[in-house]
């Protein structure tokens, strides 16, 4: 009887746990054998390392010459990003039918034939004793020290307290944009300027200031022939529409040290006292100017109209209702031109920043050609331009968009992901670089926790790459979440993610060049940011916005 109870006792035990083994194993490879088959009918495996290299070299060659805002090398290079899109049959969806997005520009050169500046009717010498930077236009007026320029309640800095400015020329310590030295981002919330805080030229217009004369800091001093070539040579350029919606500058010139010594010599405290008080503690209170003491300025910039352009493409869905709605994806295909040459090299290729992007989602948009069937939405791709300017692409998409805003249901912006850190660099400024199987994903579920619930699943299912969400935090001291064109359609409510393989030794050098990057990596990144649109875009409904975008960025 033992016997047979010990038989017995065996045999359960071999029924019970034999075949859990197997069956558990036969579960993960159907798992694995259905994430590979859905894949294979996405055409995911037409994103190879081999396509993104061929695509990149050629974005990043030399021949683009760092494709600046605008230049020849970034039209170029629109130009065959859209003769590919024409290849594989996408959509246009720029303008007039074609596919890219015309953008105005104004580049206004200071310095022109009629620009003066008078001293008590002594004539200055333009990029000697002045550089012009803003404004146009024919001013005279006493002058008033207003300190820094800024008010800010909260530190109860206000550079126009106890004195009249109205039809006076401020004389302003400190730089153009840059609150004071001791004054954090925290101490001027986007949400409360014009409120509680005020920049220099607004606050100056509010008071009546006809014209500015700032006095800049040492660094500005020390780099005066590059800047004097920047603004009177070379020129700024801005959007039209976006100066049209900011009004006309008030005309505005920096002062060099003999000009800023002559303009306060006699009075209450001279240049010196000033700008040792600029790096000490507090500028002292604002005060009018002996009333003998007048300046001229007649500043007449050389403006010339030129035009970029955003790259924008649809691949129609395929569901009668959803292919209403649309998946964005989105990359800056802009750089940062031609600098100085350091060792007979003078071109920022921006292979990486954002030419690995740009790559990415040529790389994508051809998968999707070549994909057996379609995703239920559509997608929108738009390869932003000016993101270097300021994130000047995509703010114009969003402020003048070719399909309805709350149709998109969320975007996916690809800003840097081919580049590895390799085992042992010990480079500093390679410390936060990602490894070979890692990115970092930035804003996620800052607005909407199924979208970053999504992204994970598909990740997990598929290649499990490492996602580092670090600098997912709106309080992030890096602000990497304001840096690239996800921000703008973020501040729209529309949920966004942002991959980045984090900043390296050569980001913004001359040095970021297609030699240097991980085609691996970008391949298993491109496939996963692929496998999440297909995810997205197939979903019976949108990815639901379940909370606002933190307070601190949404009106940044």
Not at 142 to 152: D, K
Not at 154 to 176: C, E, L, M, R, T
Not at 511 to 534: F, N
Request: glycine letters at 8%.
């Amino acid at each position: 009887m033992r016997r047979l109870l010990t038989v017995l006792l065996l045999t359960s035990l071999l029924v019970v746990t034999l075949p859990a083994t197997p069956a558990q194993r036969k579960s993960d490879r159907a798992k694995k054998v259905t994430a590979a088959s859905v894949a294979t009918q996405r055409g995911t495996d037409t994103i190879s390392a081999a396509e993104l290299r061929d695509y990149l070299t050629f974005i990043a060659s030399d021949e683009m010459e760092g494709r600046d805002t605008p230049s020849r090398g970034l039209d170029t290079t629109a130009k065959f990003i859209a003769m590919n899109l024409s290849r594989w049959a996408f959509k246009p969806a720029g303008d007039n039918g074609t596919f890219f997005q015309h953008i105005d520009l104004l580049r206004n050169r200071a310095g022109g034939a009629q620009t003066r500046v008078e001293l008590n009717g002594q004539a200055l010498v333009a990029g000697d004793d002045y550089i012009p930077v803003a404004g146009s236009g024919n001013i005279s007026g006493q002058l008033v020290f207003a300190g820094s320029g800024w008010l800010i309640k909260s530190k109860n800095i206000d550079a126009y307290k106890d004195v009249d400015a109205n039809g006076k020329i401020a004389v302003i310590f400190g730089s153009f944009q840059a609150p004071p030295r001791g004054i954090s981002r925290d101490d001027v919330p986007a949400n409360k300027e014009g409120e509680d805080w005020m920049r220099p030229t607004d606050y100056a217009r509010k008071k009546g200031v006809v014209g500015i004369i700032y006095v800049p800091d040492f660094q500005y001093f020390a780099n005066w022939a590059a800047n004097r070539q920047r603004i009177m040579e070379r020129g700024s350029t801005v959007v039209a529409k976006f100066q049209q919606q900011t009004g006309a500058p008030i005309p505005s010139i920096v002062a060099s040290p003999q000009f800023a010594n002559a303009l306060l010599r006699g009075e209450k405290q001279n240049a010196t006292a000033l700008f040792n008080a600029f790096y000490g503690a507090t500028l002292p209170p604002s005060f009018v100017l002996n009333a003998e003491k007048k300046v001229t300025m007649n500043l007449t910039p050389r403006t010339e109209t030129l035009s970029t352009q955003n790259v924008v493409a649809v691949w129609e869905g395929s569901d009668p209702v959803l292919k209403d709605e649309y998946v964005a994806v989105g990359a800056h295909y802009d750089h940062q031109g031609v600098g100085t040459p350091v060792n007979g090299d003078s071109v920022f290729n921006g292979a990486d920043d954002d030419g690995s992007g740009t790559t990415a989602l040529l790389g994508m948009a051809e998968a999707l050609a070549h994909a057996p069937s379609r995703p239920k939405r559509s997608v929108l791709f738009v390869w932003h331009c000016g993101e270097e300017k300021g994130l000047w692409g995509s703010r114009y998409f969003i402020e003048n968009p070719t399909i309805p805003l709350d149709h998109i249901v969320a975007q996916l912006n690809i800003d840097m992901i081919g580049r590895s850190k390799k085992e042992g660099d010990t480079n500093p400024r390679n410390k936060e670089l990602t490894g070979p199987n890692e990115v970092y994903l930035i804003g996620s579920t800052m607005m909407s926790t199924e979208l970053g619930e999504l992204v994970d699943s598909v990740n997990k299912s598929f290649l499990n790459i490492t996602f580092d969400r670090r600098y997912d935090d709106p309080a992030d001291p890096n602000r990497f979440f304001y840096r690239s064109d996800h921000y703008n359609y973020a501040k729209k409510g529309i949920p966004i993610i942002f991959f980045f393989d984090g900043v390296h030794e050569d980001y913004h050098q001359l040095g970021d060049s297609a030699d240097k990057i991980d085609y691996q990596k970008m391949e298993k990144i491109t496939r996963t940011v692929y496998m999440t649109l297909w995810e997205i875009a197939n979903r019976p409904v949108r990815p639901k916005v379940d909370k606002p975008l933190p307070a601190q960025l949404a009106g940044e």
